[in-house]
Every structure is written in structure tokens, then in C-alpha cells.
């Protein structure tokens, strides 16, 4: 609505000063005189319309005469003959040819378009004419497409087995994923030392103890914030002093 409001102002605008100014207007009457013809170029042009209410002819006169113009006319809008117009040397006719091969060439102007036409609506076998390739062919299998060179008529090929991408062999199970033998790790996979104890407690204090709390008792402000609020959806965070294995919480 708001872009139509816009495109509907600028356009009323533009219709409205065309109509109030009675344009397109291929004639004035200004133009009948010899002399207006020098306007812009090395002369200036005053006109008073006889439709001015103060408009009297002899007053008018001697007021433009008074300012010190060079030259006053009466020009008459009622007039309707048209400008006198400017002779020309007649038309020499076109010799005989011009038309016959006018007629050709206008025919022979439709034939690429019929003809691309024609090829872009037909099916054919040989590959398109293709005058600048770019890189619109390209033979390479997609991602997720079938490729019938392989036994499973997939493209994407699974890594071969045992494979393991550079920075991504994550063999130690008790370090990355907390596993000892078959049962949850209760030990530490290093050598603690007073940095990584340190870098430990950072990061406790980032993302653990908004929940469990500075001291892992699971009093941390948002379990606060969610007992207080109770609306009995919020599960406690448990405390982390008692471990699994005692089955206690
Ligand atoms: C948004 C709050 C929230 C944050 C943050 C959070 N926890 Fe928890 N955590 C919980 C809740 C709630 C439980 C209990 C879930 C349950 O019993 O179903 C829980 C349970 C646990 C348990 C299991 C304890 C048990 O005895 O079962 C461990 C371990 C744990 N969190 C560790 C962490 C660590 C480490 C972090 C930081 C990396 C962390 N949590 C961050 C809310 C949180």
C-alpha cells in the first residue's frame, strides 16, 4: 500500500502539471513572431497576457517602453494560420530497387529468430551450439546423485574403512568420551596439574555454575531463579559432590 501511495503520488503529480500547464502544447502563439526567435540566444523576452486583469494594451505599451525595451509587439493569440514554412528542394524519388530489396530484407530479418526458435522447441541428439561454453558443462557427479560406476549406484563415496580425517582420530575413549573398559570413567584420563585444574575451574564457572552452582550442589542461580518461580517443569540439577556409582541423589 505504501509503494503504491508513492507510485500513485509521483504519477497524479506528473499527469496534474501536464494538465494545469495545458502541455503537451506543440504551439504557442509567442512563436508567430519573427523576433521570438532570438529568445535565449542573445535576447530577453517579457510577455504580459491579455488576460491579466490589469491588462490595459496602451499602458502596458508605455510601461514596457519605459523600462528601456528595444522593441514592443502585439502578438494575436486568435490567429490560427500556421508558421510560414521554410521552402525545400523537392524529394528526389528513390530509384526502383529500394522497395524489392527493402521487402527482402525484412523477410531475411526474421529468419534467425525463426531458426532459434525452432532449435530451442525441437529435440535433437548432437549437443547445442554453444558460442560462449562458460562453464555451463560440467561432467561431474553431484552430491547425493546416482552414479550407476559403483555396485551401490551412489555418487558420494563413504571413506574408506578405518579412515580418519587430519586432527580427528579420537582413539583415547576414557578422554574424549569419558569411557573406562565398559563402564563410565571415575578417573581422570591425565595428570592433573594446577593449570589444567585452573583452566577446569574457568570453565565451570562459564557454563556449568549458572546451574549447579560454584561449589557443584546444584544451587546455582537459575535453579534459584526456578524454584522460585515454580512452575513445575524445572528438574534440579543434581549434585555433582555424589557420584554415580552410589546410585544416590
Ligand atoms: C541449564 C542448567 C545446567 C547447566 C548450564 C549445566 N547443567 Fe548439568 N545438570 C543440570 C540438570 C537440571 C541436571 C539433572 C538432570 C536430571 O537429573 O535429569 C544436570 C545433571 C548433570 C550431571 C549428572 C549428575 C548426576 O549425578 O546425575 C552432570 C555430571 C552435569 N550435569 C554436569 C554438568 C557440567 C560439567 C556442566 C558444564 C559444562 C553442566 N552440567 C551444566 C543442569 C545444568
Known amino acids: 500500500m505504501f509503494e503504491l501511495t508513492v507510485l500513485f503520488a509521483a504519477l497524479t503529480a506528473f499527469i496534474g502539471m501536464l494538465a494545469m500547464n495545458a502541455l503537451p502544447s506543440h504551439h504557442h502563439p509567442l512563436f508567430r513572431s519573427e523576433r521570438f526567435r532570438r529568445a535565449t540566444q542573445d535576447r530577453l523576452f517579457i510577455t504580459i497576457e491579455s488576460r491579466d486583469p490589469n491588462y490595459e494594451e496602451t499602458r502596458v505599451r508605455a510601461f ?49 529468430i525463426t531458426l532459434i526458435a525452432r532449435e530451442r522447441s525441437t529435440r535433437v541428439d548432437r549437443p547445442r551450439i554453444q558460442i560462449i561454453p562458460d562453464m555451463d558443462q560440467q561432467p561431474k557427479f553431484k552430491a547425493q546423485a546416482a552414479n550407476a560406476i559403483f555396485a551401490d549406484g551412489r555418487a558420494d563415496r563413504p571413506p574408506v574403512a578405518g579412515a580418519v580425517a587430519r586432527g580427528e582420530a579420537r582413539i583415547d575413549d576414557h578422554f574424549y568420551r569419558g569411557i573406562a573398559g565398559d563402564r563410565w570413567a571415575e578417573t581422570f584420563p591425565m595428570t592433573l596439574t594446577p593449570e589444567i585444574l585452573r583452566r577446569g575451574q574457568e570453565r565451570f564457572g562459564i557454563y556449568c555454575a549458572p546451574c549447579h552452582g560454584l561449589s557443584g550442589y546444584g544451587d546455582g542461580i537459575v535453579n534459584v531463579r526456578a524454584e522460585r518461580l515454580a512452575e513445575g517443569t524445572w528438574v534440579p540439577p543434581t549434585s555433582l559432590t555424589i557420584r554415580p556409582s552410589w546410585g544416590v541423589r
Open 64 to 112: 514596457l517602453e519605459a523600462l528601456g525595451s528595444v522593441h514592443v509587439e502585439r502578438v494575436e493569440a486568435g490567429r490560427t494560420e500556421p508558421m510560414p514554412r521554410i521552402p525545400m528542394p523537392p524529394l528526389k524519388p528513390l530509384p526502383g530497387w529500394v522497395w524489392p530489396a527493402l521487402a527482402i530484407l525484412t523477410v531475411l530479418s526474421f529468419l534467425p
